[in-house]
C-alpha cells in the first residue's frame, strides 16, 4: 500500500477576483475552524459534501477529520482574514478508498459566499499535484447528480464523469493522475508574497 511521506509545504492561493487565501494541511486545532466552516454553508452544499442532510458535524467527526492519518490521507483547508478573524473558507482532502491500493478518494467543498471565484479548481490542483508526488495512480470521487458546479470542476480538471455503480443517486468522477490537465499548469502564488493582511503574510 502507498503511504503518504511529507505533508504539503503552505502555499498562498489567489482568486479570479484578486483576493488571497492561504492553503495549509489540516491540524488538530482546527476542529473549531472547520466546525464554523461547515455550519457556514448552506444545506444544500452540506448535502452536496456529504451527501446528505447534516445539521453539523459531532466533535467526534471533528476530532477525526482534524487528525488525518499522513500514512493514508491528505486533508488541506484554505484560511484567509476578513472582517477582523480567520475564516475557513474551502476545504479539500482524499483518503485510502476501497479501490485499488494506488487509488485515492477525494473531496471538497467551498464557502457559499466564496464560490465562483475559481477556489475549487486551486484546490482541486492542489490535491492532484500533491498525490502525483506521492506515486497515486488516479483520484476518484462519488458526486451527487444535481452537483452541477462540482461535475463541471471534474470535466475541467480532467476527470471523467460515469455512471456509480452502486447508487443511481450518484456518479463517479474519475482522474489518472499521470495525465496531465491544461488546469495544472496555471501558477500558484509563490511563498512570500506580500498581501494586504499580515495574517496571510507566508514567509
Known amino acids: ?64 477529520m482534524t487528525r488525518p492519518d499522513p500514512r493514508r490521507e491528505l486533508a488541506l483547508v484554505l484560511i484567509t482574514f476578513e472582517t477582523g478573524r480567520v475564516a475557513c473558507i474551502g476545504e479539500a482532502r482524499y483518503a485510502v478508498d476501497d479501490g485499488p491500493a494506488d487509488e485515492r478518494e477525494f473531496s471538497l467543498a467551498v464557502s457559499d459566499a466564496w464560490q465562483g471565484v475559481g477556489i475549487g479548481a486551486g484546490l482541486m490542483r492542489s490535491l492532484v499535484r500533491h498525490a502525483r508526488t506521492q506515486g497515486v495512480a488516479r483520484l476518484v470521487g462519488d458526486v451527487l447528480r444535481d452537483n452541477l458546479p462540482m461535475i463541471e470542476l471534474a470535466l475541467h480538471s480532467g476527470f471523467t464523469v460515469q455512471s456509480h455503480p452502486a447508487d443511481a443517486r450518484l456518479l463517479r468522477v474519475t482522474r489518472a493522475i499521470g495525465v496531465p490537465a491544461i488546469d495544472d499548469a496555471l501558477p500558484l502564488a509563490p511563498l512570500g508574497v506580500e498581501t494586504s493582511s499580515p495574517m496571510l503574510r507566508v514567509q
Not at 12 to 37: C, K, N
Not at 44 to 54: I, L, W
Request: aromatic fraction near 6%; charge should be positive; proline fraction near 6%.
Open 1 to 64: 500500500m502507498l503511504e503518504f511521506n511529507a505533508r504539503p509545504m503552505p502555499e498562498l492561493q489567489s482568486t479570479r477576483d484578486g483576493r488571497v487565501a492561504l492553503l495549509r494541511a489540516v491540524r488538530e486545532s482546527d476542529a473549531a475552524l472547520l466546525g464554523a466552516f461547515f455550519n457556514g454553508l448552506t444545506p444544500a452544499s452540506r448535502r452536496r459534501r456529504f451527501h446528505g442532510g447534516v445539521n453539523g458535524l459531532t466533535p467526534a467527526l471533528l476530532a477525526h
